[in-house]
């Protein structure tokens, strides 16, 4: 069985940075796929950032661009989501997730999920 488990949310000021992490247990495939995705009170679950298992292929939502970076420890199963220049939008339940998605953007296909960390930005 394949386990994420999110690490490092918490609050923080408008600007600020967070760095969020994700360890993955259990037997993962090359072809697998990271995602990150976070839901805000009221809102869809959205996507954020999704990186290959190989770390070849890089994705990202445009609200993150320039500001969110997603990356992997080649030492470990951990995928790291750094937060930069947060915003009071950023404020959400922040989810990681593996599996082999037909779209790495896109929720469905995601087989694995974890519980959340709650991300708060204050203005």
């Known amino acids: 069985q394949v386990h994420p488990v999110e690490s490092g949310g918490g609050l923080v000021q408008d600007g600020g940075s967070l760095r969020l992490s994700c360890a993955v247990s259990?037997?993962?495939?090359?072809?697998?796929?990271i995602g990150w995705f976070r839901q805000a009170p009221g809102k869809e679950r959205e996507f954020v950032a999704a990186i290959s298992w190989s770390g070849g292929r890089i994705y990202q939502a445009d609200s993150v661009k320039g500001r969110f970076t997603i990356s992997r420890d080649n030492a470990g199963n951990t995928v790291y989501l750094q937060m930069n220049n947060l915003k009071p939008d950023d404020t959400a339940v922040y989810y990681c997730?593996?599996?082999?998605?037909?779209?790495?953007?896109?929720?469905?296909?995601?087989?694995?999920w974890g519980q959340g960390t709650q991300v708060t930005v204050s203005s």
């Open positions: 997730a593996t599996g082999v998605p037909p779209l790495a953007t896109a929720a469905v296909g995601y087989a694995y």
């Open positions: 259990g037997r993962i495939f090359s072809n697998y796929a």
